[in-house]
């Protein structure tokens, strides 16, 4: 959780920490928000961090529940392909935007990350690749200099957060999940915007289909192989 909140009003504050925390996946689906417990997290009053929650329910990041209370939505296989068919096209667009904008700088930036991603899945630590991951492709979607398409992929990725903690939780995506950040930071290097885009969706794709069994199995749905019981 954040440390205690600065500068903007309050409620803006909250609300930003709370997405931040959705998106970086720190909130597991079903989990309910603590009204108090994010308050004295945040070090402020109730009052800001109610208002933060009720506008993230009204865009769809959290849900209401009949008594009331406000919780990370529960997994969703529908949701889950539908986001991913969604990132593909409008996380593409912003790649593709972002090649002729993206100073040398930003490309040693991603370099670096993508580094780093190799170091820690080399290392066999993948819980530090997700955070390395969701830095790659927003210092890459900055770059597209498009602050409205910037903001919906940030919303997409607040309903997915909770998803990503679960890439590594079966088969070996562990040997490929840095090949694509590979292959767009060679693309960048050519100014092919179009190659970065085709390298982003395959990206998007394999981690769909890396993380697709194991979000049937939280769900509680079978898979295309099973028959359903009951």
């Known amino acids: ?8 009003p309050l409620n803006d504050q909250a609300y930003d920490a709370i997405k931040q925390g959705l998106i970086a996946g720190r909130f597991a689906p079903k989990q309910v928000l603590v009204l108090r417990n994010l308050a004295t997290s945040y070090g402020i009053s109730t009052t800001p961090v109610r208002e933060a929650l009720q506008r993230l329910v009204g865009e769809g990041l959290l849900e209401m529940l009949p008594n009331r209370s406000i919780a990370v939505p529960d997994w969703d296989v529908a949701k889950f392909t539908e986001l991913f068919r969604i990132r593909r096209e409008l996380e593409g ?4 935007l972002a090649t002729p904008l993206m100073t040398r700088a930003g490309i040693a930036e991603l370099t670096a990350t993508a580094d780093e991603m190799d170091a820690v899945l080399a290392g066999g630590r993948v819980g530090d690749y997700v955070p390395l991951n969701q830095r790659f492709h927003f210092t890459l979607y900055r770059a597209a200099n498009s602050p409205r398409l910037l903001r919906i992929i940030e919303n997409l990725w607040g309903e997915v957060g909770a998803y990503m903690n679960e890439l590594f939780a079966e088969g070996a995506y562990d040997r490929i999940a840095n ?5 767009i930071l060679a693309a960048l290097a050519k100014r092919d ?3 970065v ?3 982003l ?8 289909e890396a993380m697709l069994p194991r979000i049937r199995a939280l769900a509680g749905e079978p898979g295309p192989d099973e028959a359903p019981t009951g």
């Open 201 to 208: 969706v395959a990206d998007i794709s394999v981690a769909t």
């Open 197 to 199: 885009r085709r390298h």
């Open 193 to 195: 915007g179009e190659a």
């Open 1 to 8: 959780m954040t440390g205690r909140l600065e500068y903007k």
């Open 93 to 96: 667009l912003a790649a593709e």
């Open 179 to 183: 090949d694509a950040h590979r292959a």
